[in-house]
């Protein structure tokens, strides 16, 4: 299974982003999907997660400004970042839970990670 994570890039204080994180390869299903995101000197923290029947949960920092959604026919999860703010900035990893063919038991897979600096 092969994550490719997109849409990271500079951005002036107030701006928004839009994070794709597209799956591909042996899945015969997938459960969650997430953005995890890791500022510099910090730990790896939740960001925002949907489950396979749309249940979402955000961190209280993004609340009212993120928007996750998924689009199942496309094994893509997104990531909606608006009035983004200097403490978003960090390296944004997906995270996707897929159940493959062969197994019965799902195992969570990570994407390289992209980018977002918000400054001016």
């Known amino acids: 299974v092969q994550l490719q994570a997109s849409g990271g890039g500079l951005v002036q204080p107030g701006g928004s982003l839009r994070l794709s994180c597209a799956a591909s390869?042996?899945?015969?299903?997938?459960?969650?999907m997430g953005w995890y995101r890791q500022a510099p000197g910090k730990e790896r923290e939740l960001v925002a997660r949907?489950?396979?029947?749309?249940?979402?949960t955000s961190a209280n920092s993004v609340m009212g400004r993120f928007t996750i959604s998924r689009d199942n026919a496309k094994n893509t999860v997104y990531l909606q970042m608006n009035s983004l703010k200097p403490d978003d900035t960090g390296v944004y990893y997906c995270?996707?839970?897929?159940?493959?063919?062969?197994?019965?038991?799902?195992?969570?897979?990570w994407g390289r990670g992209t980018q977002v600096t918000v400054s001016s």
């Open positions: 995270n996707i839970v897929v159940i493959t063919y062969g197994r019965t038991w799902p195992t969570a897979y």
């Open positions: 390869g042996n899945i015969r299903s997938i459960d969650a």
């Open positions: 949907i489950t396979s029947d749309d249940r979402t």
